[in-house]
């Protein structure tokens, strides 16, 4: 059954440093997304991706992240300078039509 | 702004004690109401899709339910590997929109 992939699994990086999260969505999907949940909270959307653009971003998606859909396979969030409060799981999710499925995340941990 | 609402917060259970987890929602124009499972440190595992109020989904002990403002996620005799947090996530209209979740119910099945 295919199913969103993500690398790393954890990724542990200092304040202040670059982090690129990788993601391969379902193959014959179109549209791709990135949420968070920082621990014991609840999930959060950050940007929805469509048609080689951005769609849709929340507040907490300001100009320190970016995502980029390189090739055919691969989506990824950027975080260009880490901070603290960017600690959570991220989760990848792509859809063809109407249900979301989701990635087993990438946990960054920023010390 | 899209709001859900879970309860209760943890609900623990017997092997085979029935009970309901509640979903509660306003959005502005619902596209559909999803139900995700989510096992610790793993991503969202998608359940069901509901569109419209008097909808039901089902699968295995599992049932879904939903009204015009809230759904409930039904669990007919349950077994240890059914303890899990239950996500409840809505889409407003828009075919691209997010999903605005709540803080998910964590069920404890005790054998």
């Known amino acids: 059954e295919p199913e969103v992939t993500q690398t790393p699994s954890h990724q542990v990086t200092q304040m202040g440093q670059e982090v690129i999260l990788r993601c391969v969505p379902i193959s014959n999907h179109l549209y791709f997304y990135w949420y968070r949940q920082i621990l014991g909270q609840k999930v959060e959307f950050l940007v929805s991706?469509?048609?080689?653009?951005?769609?849709?971003k929340s507040e907490i998606f300001d100009d320190q992240f970016s995502v980029e859909r390189p090739d055919g396979s691969n989506f990824t969030l950027k975080i260009r300078s880490t901070k603290l409060e960017d600690s959570a799981m991220y989760f990848c999710?792509?859809?063809?039509?109407?249900?979301?499925?989701f990635g087993p995340g990438t946990r960054l941990t920023v010390t | 702004e899209d709001q859900v609402t879970q309860s209760p917060e943890a609900l623990r259970l017997q092997e085979g004690e029935s009970s309901s987890l509640n979903c509660s929602y306003t959005?502005?124009?619902?596209?559909?109401l999803f139900w995700y499972r989510q096992d610790p440190g793993k991503g969202p595992e998608f359940l069901f899709t509901?569109?419209?109020a008097g909808e039901e989904k089902e699968k295995e002990r599992l049932k879904a339910t939903l009204t015009k403002k809230e759904s409930f996620l039904h669990i007919t005799a349950p077994k240890p590997e059914d303890s899990a947090t239950y996500l409840c996530a809505v889409q407003a209209a828009g075919a691209n929109s997010k999903l605005t979740f709540g803080k998910g119910i964590t069920l404890s099945v005790r054998p």
């Open positions: 509901l569109y419209s």
């Open positions: 999710a792509s859809k063809q039509a109407y249900e979301q499925y």
């Open positions: 991706f469509y048609n080689n653009e951005i769609s849709e």
């Open positions: 959005v502005s124009g619902l596209r559909g």
